[in-house]
């Protein structure tokens, strides 16, 4: 008789989203439009860095070396003055501003090893940090060739052969992918159960279902697998057909796995969406609600940013997140292609975290419906 | 009130008036003329047009067709509108609907006497003589939101007095009010009308009884109007005896058809015997408030029981509790003699429950209603066929099996409603007001099945009613009032008892006699004719106007939890989320080696990692598959590889090679993992060859000077903080100022703009003036936070960051109103305003990459939007060390924004509904 109950009722949520275009177009969005955007809009690691040279020398090399920065890694230089050059950097105009003293090249050829100038905007964050390094082999490069045959190469003894496993390319678009699916789970999942809910509530239809032989749980139960199904249905689907037929990505591990630990981490996010819409009560509300608490969900679980970098307290606190434990599990799947004997713990993780969850919700619930 | 002959002066004049809202047409070629000085009622049921004449007649609404001539003028020309607003007062329907819920009874009148330009000691007299005619004096602090209906009402009528107007729009405002309320409340209007010699009085009302008393009534239905004249006319016209069989009579002939007068069977003789229901000194306390008190009555099997009372008194509580959907608070309800527990289901089986307004699940088609309600009674799914099908019969619904609720007329869906209680055959019927908003013909209907399961079925019916001739037909009835049953008896007892001629009379008896012990009555009003008016006001542009708004926005914004949290702490909680979430600095990366070789040089190279701060050494490796395994849990970041006579090889200066493994799964790591690694091997490199061929050998073709300027230690927080401040300083304030129009448009309160002398420009400054200092507030947490605890150095000058953070904020509040004069409801509002702010000012504006990097629309959207300027402005002050001349460029843009943004507000606000 329970089940059944569960059962009606998970029905009744299913056509219920059915007639929502809204929230239809949303799960549709979040699951095709939004990753296969993000992901390709991914940029690379220098993208169009604004670059200044000073050129003072106005050689044959420094034509040379002003030629060598062009798109898509740099926008082509801007030759500038030396005065200009402050003001330029401190209105944020150019991210690098080269300065190639007169004589350059005249040192140059004689072994007198010249010094250039590199000024970078260290406040530039994505473009200072590894721009630098282009910038530097890219004027290696550019002189090594004006200077060849003056020369002798070199080798240096020792090489070191560097090699990333998982992602050889070290293409960001992959690693992207998947945690635009794992956003876009941990939002659906709260969005779809908590606007359930409130719908109901705002309608008045939830008192008429305590009147019937039918428990708060059953209620709770119901949607929560009503919902958690759609999410995980529309990311099986995702991962099959956009990330990896559309996106390319190759994902090594068992697909089956991944959708377990899916599962679990719906299931703890879809009794947060409960939680959260009992303590919002109304749609604007839960709104608010939503922004204050999707982004440190989604920022802080180790999908965007490595771990590693935040500060201890944050990473502990975040390990009562079920989405980080699901980061964790979906790399090491997906990528890595680990399997149940690696990725248990994390499983075991989002299990109780979602057991005390719905242990938790249960209760906010049936004060919620009083 | 006499019911005067019609008086050759008229206040209200509609020509050939249509309205329609997307395909539904509320109004059709209504023409009417009423008379001035004289009470006129609207009558007939919900969603006939009423509402839609009135918000016309006081010019809340646009004029679709046709014309409306209201106190001598075009209501069209929004000139006559701006002279005549403070000549209407306009309460529009629903309980408190244009009251702010959160504020107090004289916060609220405050509020209206600042619109219309009253003085601080003129308000206070004011407020003094109205708190005191209408008896509200004693709650004068007290929330809207406790208020009872009744207290609602006539705080509304409040609210719409304190200008003196000539003519007085009422939209229903007696519904759901107890008898003594309403008397109390016609009697106000009587007194008011009274000292205010030739003011008109335009009411809507679906209560009959109230409408008999009018001097000239206007029957509507469909959006058209059936008949007007005097009440007496009217029963005339129509040969009856009172006004609700007069109404009937009026209606078309296709709508009258069916309907039968109720007749109510008397009950069988043999019926006294069972008790259904039982209430036994029943209680229910929420917090310090009791709703339901010591309540107890005694239902027999069979029985029509009918519940009166105002809302609020208790009545749905009750009713809750004996459906088990609340647990009492002291005291016992039984069904059948048996004791309700919540937790019990098997009791639930028994009772049929319809709560107020018809709850069905409108995404479910009406066969699809019965269905699961059906199978959650457990229903075998045999029967289950069966039952809807004989349902669908019993209560007409064969022609809608298949269309939402929400298609339905109203009446149906009330069939509907019963149809879904009765599925399970229950032997109790608990019914929360199940007619309100029907009209008579469908509440006869109605009625007329209840007869029958009470009858014939022997069906206990408890049901709750605000009308006095559905409660005449009750076999007996209960009067609640502030969670107490005054009476109960038979409604021919209960008049007898009082000596009185009808039920409502009656019943207002027993009312006044609980009144006495607790609130006094209205005091005597003294006629407001005798004021004096307000000083002259510009109509263009009032500081008063504009700060009752800011001053009532504030207070608002104050008494909302969720709200206040976003606009206070929800953007540090952001900073602090985005600070570390984009950190890109990366510290104590693990990695393992596996060391063939093992000698001095090997270790010497793996020390060069472990040393710094950049690497923790994890155990050696011991083969290839620990490698894959340890790399696969994500334990490793790196695993280094030393080849056997590694040392050796060195040594004799022969090429080997190091294999190095990154963790690719994580690319923006890897990279940071490679740069650091390339990095430690050159300098180990260079180190060696110092070692071996001296100095000279570390010397390349040029030498590259690099001076990471302004963030000479490459933070992440130095660079991201300065520029995140932007970012949220644009989200919150502009979603918070959206949010408080739309807000007012979805909750209502919307109309006090439309109707009363506050200009646009005057709301729209008013209501930023707060979310500008709230932003302010939160422009200097944020600062402060920055610089103490995430370490950021502030090197430039202060002052002009506090003007360009005053500047931008002024803009970011003005875009949300901008925005929210093409939103209407709360949830989209919050949607679009991430969408407009969240996309351009993280992408766009340099936050990331510098806009010079940008092409197409994205740069062209970053070059005007207010954030990259801003931004500009933040890092320069903060890290670049530089002041106002070196960044006055940047303010221009800014500067230029207010006023365009405020226009354009301005200019897209509606001072109309649509």
């Not at chain 2, 180190?687 to 963030?711: C, I, M, P, T």
């Not at chain 2, 309160?749 to 109707?755: A, D, L, M």
Request: charged fraction near 20%.
């Amino acid at each position: 008789m329970r089940a059944a109950n569960i059962f009606h009722l998970g029905v009744k949520e299913l056509r219920g989203l059915a007639r929502d275009p809204v929230l239809l177009i949303l799960i549709v969005h979040a699951f095709t439009l939004a990753i296969y955007t993000a992901s390709e809009a991914m940029p690379e690691t220098l993208n169009r860095a604004p670059i200044a040279i000073v050129d003072e020398d106005r050689s044959a090399v420094s034509v040379r070396i002003a030629s060598a920065f062009y798109p898509p890694y740099f926008v082509p230089p801007r030759l500038i003055s030396h005065h200009e050059m402050d003001s330029r950097m401190d209105a944020g105009l150019d991210t690098f501003a080269l300065d190639i003293p007169p004589g350059f090249q005249r040192d140059l050829i004689a072994g007198r090893t010249p010094t250039l100038q590199l000024n970078i905007d260290a406040t530039r964050m994505s473009q200072a940090f590894v721009g630098g390094g282009y910038v530097q082999s890219i004027l290696s490069g550019e002189i090594g060739e004006f200077l060849a045959g003056h020369r002798p190469d070199t080798t240096p003894p020792v090489a070191l052969d560097l090699r990333a496993r998982f992602n050889p390319e070290l293409d960001k678009g992959w690693f992207g992918a998947i945690s635009d699916v794992i956003t876009s789970i941990t939002m659906l999942s709260i969005v779809l159960t908590g606007a359930a809910l409130i719908r109901e509530r705002e309608h008045g239809t939830i008192e008429h279902l305590l009147v019937m032989p039918v428990s708060a749980f059953e209620i709770m139960l119901a949607k929560i697998w009503s919902m958690g199904l759609i999410v995980l249905a529309a990311s099986a689907l995702c991962l099959v057909f956009v990330v990896e037929g559309l996106l390319a990505v190759p994902l090594h591990g068992s697909l089956g796995l991944f959708l377990a630990g899916a599962a679990l981490d719906i299931f703890a996010m879809t009794c947060l969406g409960i939680f959260l819409a009992t303590v919002a009560g109304s749609m604007p509300q839960f709104g608010l609600l939503l922004m204050m608490v999707l982004m440190p969900l989604q920022l802080l679980s180790g999908g965007v940013t490595p771990r590693e970098s935040m500060p201890e307290i944050i990473q502990i606190i975040m390990l009562a997140a079920p989405n980080t434990h699901f980061v964790m599990l979906a790399q090491a799947v997906l990528f890595r292609g680990a399997g149940l004997d690696v990725v248990w713990p994390q499983l075991a993780a989002m299990f109780l975290i979602g057991a005390a969850l719905f242990a938790f919700s249960l209760r906010r619930f049936r004060h919620f419906l009083i | 009130m006499t019911s005067g002959t019609p008086v050759k002066r008229r206040v209200v004049r509609l020509e050939e008036v249509g309205l329609s809202y997307g395909g539904t047409r509320a109004l059709d070629a209504v023409s009417l003329d009423m008379p001035a000085g004289c009470m006129v009622g609207l009558i007939g049921p919900d969603g006939v047009g009423k509402s839609s004449l009135l918000s016309l007649i006081a010019g809340a609404r646009t004029i679709q067709q046709g014309r409306v001539e209201v106190l001598g003028g075009d209501m069209a020309r929004s000139a006559h509108r701006r002279g005549v607003c403070s000549r209407i007062a306009y309460m529009p329907q629903g309980l408190g609907r244009n009251l702010y819920p959160t504020l107090s009874v004289v916060e609220n009148i405050d509020f209206f006497g600042r619109l219309f330009g009253h003085g601080g000691q003129e308000r206070e007299r004011r407020i003094a003589e109205l708190l005191d005619g209408t008896g509200l004096a004693p709650f004068a602090d007290r929330p809207v939101a406790k208020l009872s209906g009744g207290m609602k009402q006539k705080l509304g009528l409040c609210c719409a007095l304190i200008h003196d107007p000539d003519l007085l729009i009422l939209d229903e405002p007696t519904t759901g009010i107890d008898p003594l309320s309403r008397r109390q409340f016609w009697r106000l209007i009587e007194r008011i009308r009274s000292g205010r010699d030739g003011m008109s009085v335009i009411v809507a009302t679906a209560y009959m009884e109230e409408a008999a008393r009018f001097d000239w009534l206007v029957a509507m239905d469909e959006g058209k109007v059936l008949a007007s004249g005097t009440p007496a006319d009217f029963l005339r016209r129509t040969d009856t005896a009172d006004l609700d069989a007069a109404f009937i009579a009026l209606l078309p002939a296709g709508k009258r058809d069916g309907h039968r007068a109720v007749v109510m069977p008397p009950r069988p003789a043999d019926a006294a015997g069972e008790t259904a229901i039982e209430a036994d000194h029943l209680s229910k306390r929420f917090g310090d408030f009791t709703a339901v008190d010591d309540v107890s009555f005694r239902i027999a099997r069979g029985e029509i029981f009918g519940f009166l009372g105002s809302n609020g008194c208790g009545k749905t509580t009750t009713m809750k509790m004996l459906t088990g959907l609340l647990a009492a608070s002291g005291g016992q309800a039984r069904l059948f003699g048996r004791q309700i527990d919540p937790r019990d289901l098997t009791v639930r089986r028994r009772v049929g429950y319809m709560s107020q307004g018809f709850s069905l699940y409108s995404e479910l088609t009406v066969r699809q209603n019965l269905e699961l309600h059906a199978r959650l009674f457990g229903m075998p799914s045999s029967d289950i066929a069966v039952r809807v099908g004989e349902a669908a019969g019993r209560f007409q619904l064969a022609d809608h099996m298949e269309t939402l609720p929400g298609a339905l007329p109203l009446g149906i869906r009330q069939r509907l409603s019963l149809a879904v209680a009765t599925i399970h055959k229950p032997d109790i019927l608990i019914l929360d007001e199940p007619t309100s908003g029907v009209d008579p013909v469908a509440r006869d209907a109605f009625w007329r099945i209840l007869a029958d399961l009470s009858r014939r079925e022997g069906v206990t019916i408890f049901v709750s009613t605000h009308f006095m001739n559905e409660a005449e037909r009750c076999d007996r009835i209960a009067l609640m009032h502030a969670g107490k049953v005054l009476v109960s008896d038979t409604p021919a007892a209960i008049k007898a008892a009082r000596d009185a001629e009808t039920l409502d009379a009656a019943f207002v008896g027993y009312l006044e006699e609980a009144a006495t012990a607790q609130e006094t009555p209205a005091a005597a009003m003294e006629p407001a004719g005798h004021t004096t008016h307000p000083r002259p006001q510009s109509r263009f542009f009032a500081p008063r106007r504009l700060f009752a708004y800011t001053r009532r926005e504030t207070l608002e914004l104050l008494r909302d939890p969720i709200r206040a949290a976003l606009a206070t702490i929800g953007s540090l909680i952001l900073m602090l989320v985005i600070g570390y979430g984009i950190n890109m600095d990366v510290d104590n990366l693990s990695f393992a080696v596996l060391d063939h070789d093992d000698t001095a040089i090997s270790r010497d190279y793996v020390l060069q990692l472990s040393g710094s701060r950049f690497f923790t050494e994890k155990p050696l490796l011991a083969g290839y598959p620990e490698m894959d395994r340890r790399m696969e849990s994500g334990e490793l970041s790196l695993a280094l590889e030393i080849p056997p006579g590694f040392g050796r090889d060195v040594a004799r200066g022969r090429t080997v090679a190091i294999g190095a493994w990154i963790d690719g799964a994580m690319p923006t790591r890897a990279e940071t993992v490679r740069g650091y690694i390339e990095g430690m091997h050159m300098t180990w490199l260079a180190q060696r060859a110092r070692e071996v061929y001296g100095k000279a050998a570390a010397s390349g073709d040029f030498k590259l000077e690099v001076r990471y300027r302004y963030n000479p230690d490459v933070r992440s927080l130095d660079a991201i903080v300065p520029a995140v401040i932007p970012m949220l300083l644009l989200m919150i304030p502009s979603m918070l100022a959206v949010l408080s129009v739309v807000r007012e448009k979805e909750l209502g309160s919307i109309v006090n703009f439309y109707v009363t002398p506050v200009t646009r420009l005057e709301f729209l400054i008013g209501k930023q003036i707060p979310y500008v200092l709230v932003a302010m507030m939160n422009f200097l947490l944020l600062t402060a936070f920055a610089i103490y605890v995430f370490d950021v150095p502030f090197t430039g000058s202060f002052v002009t960051f506090v003007a360009a953070a005053l500047l931008y904020v002024v803009v970011a509040t003005a875009m949300g109103l901008v925005l929210s004069t093409f939103l209407n409801s709360q949830i989209a509002a919050i949607f679009a305003t991430a969408l407009v702010t969240m996309l351009p000012a993280s992408q766009y504006s340099g936050l990331i990459d510098p806009v010079t990097s940008l092409q197409g629309f994205g740069a062209f959207i970053g070059r005007i939007y207010p954030t990259t300027h801003f931004i500009t402005i933040a890092r320069g002050t903060f890290s670049k060390a530089l002041g106002f001349a070196d960044l006055a460029g940047a303010f221009v843009p800014l500067l230029v924004a207010v006023p365009v943004l405020i226009g354009l507000g301005a200019v897209f606000l509606r001072k109309q509904a649509r």
